[in-house]
Structures are given as structure tokens and as C-alpha cells.
């Protein structure tokens, strides 16, 4: 139980263009939902925190239009790339809290197998 | 802020040799430690974790003590399999962060017949 799917597992695109990730919870609800992006061989960094029916809240750094987060629904979570780049390219991963497993305030995460992103 | 130092891999072993991946953190208060496998191809899953000083997490083999006076949490298992070839990353939750995890670097292992 408790599964994150994430899709496109990997996606090329051109510069400029804009790419969507969605990730999905799929035998739970996830009221939240956690971006993070991952350069090689560096950590895993949190990007933002998707708020389902609510805005995202974003790290700082990051730029909130140039990575758009939307939780329309409490089993989805999308992440669109806006104008990419080369820059951009970069491992994507998302998470969610595990219903219920709060322990001294941090529940447990699940995550997604991630998002591969190159921008030619 | 606080900050995960864990060794760089990759590290390759013997199958049966003894493991231990270095963990060291840096956070105010007393945050949650936790250690993440990820296998190839899929998601990282919770590995083990420890809430407070003294814990010790175990599971499949593998244990870490949360240590405080030395802010550290090293992976250990006793004897390693092939299939424990994966990556492994250390992480911690500080104390009000709710669910924000900050992440070490990961180390790869390797086991070899």
C-alpha cells in the first residue's frame, strides 16, 4: 500500500517548450504532496510543498513561475516546467505523508521513482 | 540550517561483509533521522528511522543509533547481500518542519558475489 506513481518516468524536450509531471497517489489521499529535484550526485532538494485546493508554498530560491505546481484532487499533483531549459534538466521526484504515521511530528513519506528531465 | 553530510560511494562489498554508511547531520533541536533505500528504478522507501537520542532503528538487517553527542546516525547490517545493491540516503526531519526532509548526498552500494 501506500504508492506513489509518477509520470513521465523520463521526457526530452526543446527549449522553450513546457513539460508537465504528474504524480499520483494511488491507493491513499494525499492532502500534501512534496517536489523535490535531484542533480547528480547532490541531495535530493525540496522544491516546494503542494497543497491540495490551495496554493503550493515554495522553498526559497525557487521560482514559482517558472515551476508550476497544481493538486487539483487529493490523489494528484502535477509539476510543469514552464519554458524549459537546459538548466532545467534534472531528476524530479515527488512525495506524499503516509496516512497516519506521524511520529514526533514527521509522518512518513512515500515517494514516486521520479522524473528524468532533459532539455536539448 | 540543517544539513546531512553522509560518505561518497560508491562503495562495492563482498557478499556477506559487514557494512557501515556514515551519516552525520547538523540541525537545531532535536530533529528525526531517518535512512531511505532506493532501488533501481523505483522510489525511495523508509529503510529505518529513530526519534530520539538512543534509538535505535532497525530493519531488514540493517540498524543505525541515533547518536547525539556525535550527531551522527551510521547505517550498519552485519552481513550484506547482492540484493542489497541500491542507494541509500540519510535524511532528517527537524523538529516543527513537519514532513520536509533534508537530504545527504546518497551512497551507492554495490554487493558483488
Known amino acids: 500500500g501506500a504508492v506513489v506513481s509518477q509520470h513521465p518516468s523520463w521526457v526530452i524536450c526543446k527549449s522553450g517548450t513546457s513539460v508537465k509531471i504528474e504524480c499520483r497517489s494511488l491507493d491513499f489521499q494525499a492532502t500534501t504532496m512534496f517536489w523535490y529535484r535531484q542533480f547528480p550526485k547532490q541531495s535530493l532538494m525540496l522544491m516546494a510543498t503542494s497543497n491540495e485546493g490551495s496554493k503550493a508554498t515554495y522553498e526559497q530560491g525557487v521560482e514559482k513561475d517558472k515551476f508550476l505546481i497544481n493538486h487539483a484532487s487529493l490523489t494528484l499533483s502535477t509539476l510543469t516546467v514552464t519554458s524549459a531549459h537546459p538548466e532545467d534538466s534534472s531528476f524530479y521526484i515527488c512525495s506524499a505523508a503516509i496516512p497516519g504515521t506521524v511520529s514526533s511530528g514527521a509522518n512518513v513519506l512515500t515517494f514516486g521513482a521520479g522524473s528524468r528531465l532533459t532539455v536539448l | 540550517g540543517d544539513s546531512v553530510t553522509q560518505m561518497e560511494g560508491p562503495v562495492t562489498l563482498s557478499e556477506e561483509a559487514f557494512l557501515t554508511i556514515n551519516c552525520t547531520y547538523t540541525?537545531?533541536?532535536?530533529?528525526?533521522l531517518f535512512w531511505y533505500v532506493q532501488y533501481p528504478g523505483e522510489g525511495l522507501q523508509l529503510l529505518l528511522k529513530?526519534?530520539?537520542?538512543?534509538d535505535k532503528g532497525s530493519n531488514k538487517g540493517f540498524e543505525a543509533t541515533y547518536r547525539k553527542e556525535t550527531t551522527s546516525f551510521h547505517l550498519e547490517k552485519g552481513s550484506v547481500q547482492v540484493s542489497d545493491s541500491a542507494v541509500y540516503f540519510c535524511?532528517?526531519?527537524?523538529?516543527?518542519?513537519?514532513?520536509?526532509?533534508?537530504f545527504g548526498t546518497g551512497t551507492q552500494l554495490k554487493v558483488e558475489l
Open positions: 540541525a537545531t533541536g532535536y530533529p528525526s
Open positions: 529513530a526519534t530520539k537520542a538512543d
Open positions: 535524511a532528517l526531519s527537524g523538529k516543527g518542519g513537519g514532513n520536509k526532509l533534508t
